[in-house]
Each structure stands twice: as structure tokens, then as C-alpha cells.
């Protein structure tokens, strides 16, 4: 069940890497000018492709055990298309919304950042751009 859910346990609050921890973060006010909505890649490891091709071959598999050299090839073929489809799925089921987000610096400099989904943001919000050696993230400026 915890593979359905990206392996992720609930938590309250925020969260950061452990790459951030202890990291020296510059923040720099922009506006945001455009966005466009993306979708980031999901995750192709050898635990679908081994549970796809499992569950292939053991649906394959005859009430009685393998009898002759046909059915052999048979659940052998069916794990290999298990081994597929259990990787397209996790690769699916593993992918994320996402938004990239061209700001303009108070400066005029221009950038571009990709980050999930939510928050979304729109044209005209002010963020603060949070920058350090390990990459940037934006959040909603808060306003005074």
C-alpha cells in the first residue's frame, strides 16, 4: 500500500530535504509572468517491472502446474509482459503535476523555475525566489 502512495507517510506542516538543512538560502522578491503547466516523469525502478512480471506469470500459470513445453513459453511470455506493463504503470502512477513558472526579478532579470503542483501560481503574484546550492523553490510573497 505504501508503494501506491510514493512511500510516503502522512506529515503535518512543512518539510524540507536534508540536503537543506544547515544551507545558507537567499531569498530575492519576483513577479510571475507566465506559467505553464507541466507534468514531471514518474519513477521506472525494478519493483514494477518484478511485480508485473510475478503477477504475469503466476496469472498465467495453469490449476494443474506446467504440463508441457507450450505452457512453459506461455507464463514465460506473460512475465515478460508483466515485467512491461508493472513498469509503464509504476512510471504512471508515480508521476507529478507541476507548474513552470517564468519570473521577473526586481531587477528585470528574467528566469524560469519548475516546481510541483501545488501551489499553483498565477501572472502578477509576487514570490520570494529561495535560493541555495542545492536549487531554488518559490512561494507566495507575503504582503505587509
Known sequence: ???????????SGSH????????LQKITVATVIKTKPITIDGTKTNLGQYSGAV???????PRGGVGSTG?????AAASVVGAMAGQTIE?????????EITIQMSNGDVAVITQESPPNFQVGDKVNVISSPVGARLELALEF
Do not use: D, F
Open 55 to 61: 503477477l504475469g506469470g503466476a496469472a498465467a500459470m
Open 1 to 11: 500500500m505504501l508503494w501506491l502512495t510514493g512511500c510516503t507517510l502522512p506529515h
Open 16 to 23: 524540507v530535504s536534508s540536503a537543506q538543512v544547515g544551507q
Open 71 to 75: 505452457q512453459a513459453l506461455g507464463i
Open 91 to 99: 512510471e504512471y502512477v508515480t508521476r507529478k503535476e507541476a507548474q
